[in-house]
């Protein structure tokens, strides 16, 4: 696979680059790191003074660790969920957990970017009364509202949903999504939500080996027969009003006037 460097940088670094017909792969918190890569002369290696961050593409989307499940038995936190335990569907079903992937984020600016800010629903944000305390999930993970799948990213109004800066969040945390056999309607904090669908691959997930070792292939997940809001732009009027948002075409409207007069300005 190519030798390992040890090299000095003199700080944290984490990325990729290319230098004398090579790829390289750094990883490391510094001032020592680990250089993976095919090279040809070892002794002309020399470090490049800055890298570019990971790229955050692969991140998955999921609930945060300590987001309580309903289950048969009452509510656990998902990331004491396993193989083989029951949670709740929204219309009363118990249905067992066929997997759990997790994902640990170490939040670190070299390792992270604001595409990994989650989303916190306010308690009470969703309407009567849901969630029953603040759920945090990543943007592009769905919550189910009037016969809708909507992405939480789509439901930022700034104030009782809103994203979640990083210097907010602890140094690591975890991600956990609970896969069914269907793609179910469940409940996270008494608020209904989904469970995996394979949009993104589970080779995302850190624990992807166990499932192949399990399973021995992937498999599809036909999607639930509900129309998935991915963007602001897709919410119908009086889903807008309820969460707070303006009317599309006025934030448009808006949006489009503000560039004009700095056009006009410059």
């Known amino acids: 696979m190519g030798d390992q460097i040890n090299e000095f940088f003199g700080g944290p670094f984490a990325g990729s680059f290319s230098s004398g017909g090579g ?8 001032p020592q790191v680990d250089v993976y890569g095919i090279v040809a002369d070892p002794d002309a290696f020399v470090a490049p003074a800055t890298l570019p961050p990971l790229d955050t593409s692969t991140f998955t989307v999921c609930f945060l660790e300590g987001t309580r499940i309903a289950t048969p038995e009452g509510e656990r936190v998902v990331e ?15 249905v067992p957990v066929k997997w759990i992937g997790r994902q640990r984020i170490r939040n670190h600016p070299i390792f992270a970017s604001p ?18 305390r603040d759920l945090y999930v990543t943007a592009a993970h ?12 789509a439901l930022v109004n700034g104030t009782t949903i809103r994203f979640v800066p990083l210097s907010e969040m602890p140094e690591t945390f975890t991600w956990y999504h609970i896969e069914t ?26 624990n992807h080996q166990e499932y192949l070792d399990l399973y021995g292939a992937e498999r ?13 732009r897709m919410l119908p009027a009086h889903l807008r009003a309820r969460l707070g948002l303006p009317d599309h075409g006025a934030a448009v ?6 560039l004009m007069r700095r056009l006009k300005a410059a």
């Open 142 to 153: 769905g919550m189910i509202l009037e016969g809708l799948v909507v992405n939480a990213g």
């Open 115 to 132: 595409k990994l800010e989650p989303v916190r629903i306010s308690a009470g944000a969703l309407g009567d009364g849901l969630p029953h």
């Open 253 to 258: 409207a808006a949006e489009a006037g503000a």
């Open 181 to 206: 056999e269907g793609h179910e309607e469940i409940l996270a904090h008494g608020a209904p939500t989904e469970t995996f669908v394979d949009y993104v691959g589970r080779s995302r997930f850190d």
């Open 23 to 30: 790829t390289f792969v750094v990883l490391g918190d510094g």
């Open 220 to 232: 599809i997940i036909p999607e639930m027969r509900r129309p998935r809001v991915s963007a602001q």
């Open 80 to 94: 004491s969920l396993a193989i083989g335990d029951l949670v709740l569907t929204a219309d009363g079903r118990a």
